[in-house]
């Protein structure tokens, strides 16, 4: 949802850990933040990804807006690629991939994501969009079941684990939302998909042992997007 307190900045250095000198913000009750730096060839959201952590006991999740605010229960990170206009768990696993590939583009990466989710070539584009402003329910359920497994770091030592849960997750979702079409037509229905022994998925009607580091905290499947000056994050719900 809308993040509150959520840390917002320009990860110049490309180390994905916040430096004093980086480009930052706090988001607003709005998930809103204005990053302010002066434009130059180091220093511009064109080149460099942005990366948004949610802070466990800080970070408060409001949802769409309407409700009670939540307080997340985790610390985690997203990120997306510099030519990107939103940040969402979605964008987080097209950078992930971008990574895995040194010198891939993001349409390449997208286009691998979309495959590993079990998604069809013409909903490419859902990873890099506001799917809260086109109420896209289906990129929302994905969105929201992945912000389940992303970690209070991103780098090498998280980036396959990530991306193979998340892989598991969207095929499961897939095979959901085939058996349930209208669920991608409808706000989004009450469905988690959760990981059990031996890192398999499986929607949660089917009761198996869930791994320890599973829990019950859903919320934060945040997107921020930016203005056309790139300067300007808003957040929607997930």
């Keep these: 949802g809308y993040l509150e307190d959520a ?7 490309d180390d994905g850990v916040q430096d004093s000198n980086e480009p930052s913000a706090r988001t607003n009750a709005s998930g809103q933040a204005t990053l302010k730096f002066e434009t130059s060839a180091n220093a ?20 769409d807006g309407t409700g009670e605010p939540v307080t997340v229960a ?17 964008t987080t696993l097209v950078d992930q991939a ?5 010198g891939s583009t993001s349409e390449e990466a997208a286009s691998k994501v979309a495959s590993d989710l079990g998604l ?22 994905y969105a929201t079941q992945i912000a389940t497994l992303l970690p209070a770091k991103l780098d ?12 598991q997750m969207g095929k ?8 349930n079409p209208s669920a991608a037509a409808s706000a989004m229905p009450e469905v988690k998909v959760v990981l059990v022994e031996g890192g398999k998925a499986q929607i ?35």
Excluded at 7 to 13: A, I, K, R, T, Y
Excluded at 172 to 179: C, F, I, T, W
């Design 74 to 90: 985790r610390t985690y990170l997203m990120s997306a690629p510099g030519n990107y206009n939103v940040v969402t768990p979605l």
């Design 156 to 167: 090498e030592s998280t980036r396959g684990t990530l991306q193979q849960q998340a892989g």
């Design 98 to 102: 971008m990574r895995a590939t040194p």
């Design 44 to 63: 511009t959201p064109a080149i460099h990804r942005l990366m948004v952590q949610a802070i466990a006991g800080e970070t408060k999740d409001r949802g």
């Design 172 to 179: 499961v979702l897939a095979g959901y939302l085939e058996e």
């Design 7 to 13: 840390v917002v900045w320009l990860d110049q250095d």
């Design 204 to 238: 949660n009607d089917k009761p198996q042992p869930l791994l320890t580091h599973m829990d019950e905290d859903t919320h934060g499947a945040v997107l921020l997007k930016r203005d056309a000056q790139r300067k300007v994050i808003q957040g929607a719900d997930g």
């Design 120 to 141: 069809q070539s013409s909903q490419v584009e859902a990873l890099h969009t506001d799917f809260m402003a086109g109420k896209d329910y289906q990129s929302q359920l």
